[in-house]
């Protein structure tokens, strides 16, 4: 391309050409200029000296190396890591001796570290336990609560949040206290405003869950779930990962409004929150907008809570050492070559039977079926 310009070529016309940039071209120019084609060096070299001014000399490097094969072989503590080798530098009297830090890069740089590093690979999609939150066809709200909290003068507080998953549609309602009646009454007000996702999420607590007196209980919330259609999705306990949405809102909310002002009471924390939640959903406006459609709110709907349960509830569980994981207050063998993993159990009220399907975070595009077992769920009067 240099013979090019000197031939009466643009430059601009030149970098196109040979597809570099135009700094690039003069920088190539300025390196040959009143010199013979032939004659110029054309070795492609970064700026400075070939060897770094503050680089630790090749002896030194070289005594490191020796001193890491021979404690390795000697060494009654039977250590040979790079403080090993500085304590032995130090104990030589080896003058200005190269800092730990130093040693191990030198050790890095010989190839001769033993362990491993930790592979990091790309996180699951969001949803990723659900095949269709996870390729964006539905959307899924996470529900959770807030506890702990005090007013001036001892009036405890409990919030209820909510967030979708895919959309960042937030929601918070402060109130005296979170029962299975008020989420359930919360969640057809904020259903009734945005609209239904596909899935519902929710942690164990039995206030969402339904009481653990008796096998195969499902409370008021599930209910109102089937009887809308969407399916509830129930968390594993301790596990990270799958609240992570929900809880970042609970830390967000605690740290915006609760904390940020005084509230003298519960109707002024009331008006706060709601002026946050206004704000967060004007900000993430373009990512809702984005996110799966969610059904409307069916128009003059009304809730018998003794219709026939229908549809499917999600429980999200790890097995034991066995295989089995326990789900409705029972324990069903699941597969005795899938100990201690992820599983997806679905409840199917309709062909009463679970089915259990592996999950992996490695592979969440892989998800087969494990096991699938009959069990009926008790169709009993609910009291209300």
Known sequence: MVAAVR?????????????????TLQAWLQRARGRRLDRVDWADRP????????RTPAALEDLVVDLRR??????????????AIHRELLAQGVPDPPAVRTIHRILERRGLLDGQRRPRRPPPP????????AARRVELDSFDMVEGLALEGGVEVQVLTAVSLLGGLVGAWPMASVTAKTAAETLVGHWRQVGLPAYAQFDNDTRFQGPRMYPDSLGRVIRLCLALGVTPVFAPPVELGFQAAIEGLNGRWQAKVWARFHHPSPADLAGRSARYVAASRERAAGRIEAAPPRRPFPAAWRLDWQTPLAGRVIFLRRTDAGGAASVLGRTFAVDERWPHRLVRAEVDLDAD???FYALRRREPERQPLLREVAHRVPRQRFRE
């Open 7 to 23: 031939a009466g070529a643009s430059l601009r016309v030149t970098a196109r050409r040979f597809g570099v940039s135009l700094s």
């Open 47 to 54: 700026r400075g000296p070939r060897r770094p001014p503050r």
């Open 70 to 83: 021979r404690l390795r072989q000697t060494s009654d503590l039977g250590e040979f890591g790079a403080e």
């Open 126 to 133: 969001l949803g990723w336990y659900l095949p269709e939150v």
């Open 353 to 355: 039977r679970i089915r």
